[in-house]
């Protein structure tokens, strides 16, 4: 599947009824719904789990959403998120992020009475805390080893695996879980070969961590995986025992750049008003950085640079963002399309969870009508 930056910008609009105010976030229930389904369809058949990445939106609504739709579970960065989603009524959830401080870990304590929760860590220090502290009330806590499997961020060695795992089957407060990576590198893939080389890459190297471990003596009850650029390629080709997708729910510019997502798969817009034209060749949009995403796509393919797609206006680029401004430049051939100040615009933004993050906000549309409007988790959830 290669789609260029032009067809990006020529799909359809989803529309929104003139009394919504820019900047908005809106999500199209009726292409979300057909995203969620297909993902945890394609799970199901090659028997993993599904552990939708809900740091995504951090909306409680679109929680609940994905486990009506077949996921097992949600995975998340911060015990603030935790917390909220087991209030929305999750009841399995995985933290992928190592939990480290007393503060956290009373935290962590309350929250496992309450839910089936799963914590990480990437070295010895947090977990001998992590079973120290669960251990004092005679407790344990489903606990999984941090792998770094080339990304370079979190997670320990390869080679260094073998050894904490033992450790941490050993401690009293720790049930060993298995093995979790982040294969954020899949990220730099250059086309849609060395994407799935990459992913299946990764999916080996953690089968082969896996296998050193349970060689020491240790069983791997799950092999995690986690990135919505490698989630397709490995739910067809198997072998993780889990999947923690997050973006594969809404799709952004990135997602359709990598191969993973056709343009008519994409269910977040960001709309915005033409609020400046100073000349014929340039613009200014109402939504700066406080609304799109500034991260830039990881490589420029087909002519995905700038900051967004302007759905339905292919040449204009969004070249640069200020804190409240996106501005426009003409990049197409020939004279600029028509633009005029308080013209209303979508843009698909290069990466969808910063938006959420940004506007804390989401205008639920179906047919184009407001089905309703979600708030994103408040300031807590990122402790």
Known sequence: MTTRAHDLAATAPLGAPPDVDTPALLVDLDILD??????????RAAG?????????HRVPELAVRQLERGANGLCVAKLGEAEAFAEAGAADIL???????AAKLERAV?????????????SAIAAFALSERFARDAGRVRTMLLVDSGLGRCGVPVEDAPALAAIMARLPGIEFAGILTHEGHVYGARDRGELSTLARGAAETMRAVAAAIDAVGVTVPAVSLGSSASAAVLAEAGGPTQLRPGIYAFNDRGQVALGNARPE???????????????????CLDAGSKALSSDRMSVDRDGFDGFGTIVGHPGWRIERLSEEHGWLRWAGDGMPTPLVVGDRVEVIPNHICSVFHNLGEVVALRGGAVDAVWRTIGAGASR
Do not use: F, W
Not at 48 to 56: D, F, G, N, S, V
């Open 265 to 283: 798969d994409c269910a977040a817009r960001v709309l915005a008003t033409v609020v400046s034209r100073p000349d014929a060749t340039r613009g």
């Open 34 to 43: 057909r995203n969620l389904t297909r993902m945890a369809e394609a799970c």
């Open 95 to 101: 933290v992928a992020y190592p939990l480290v401080g």
């Open 110 to 122: 309350a929250l496992a009475a309450r839910v089936r929760l799963t914590l990480a860590v990437d």
């Open 48 to 56: 993993i789990e599904l552990y939708p990445h809900a740091k995504t």
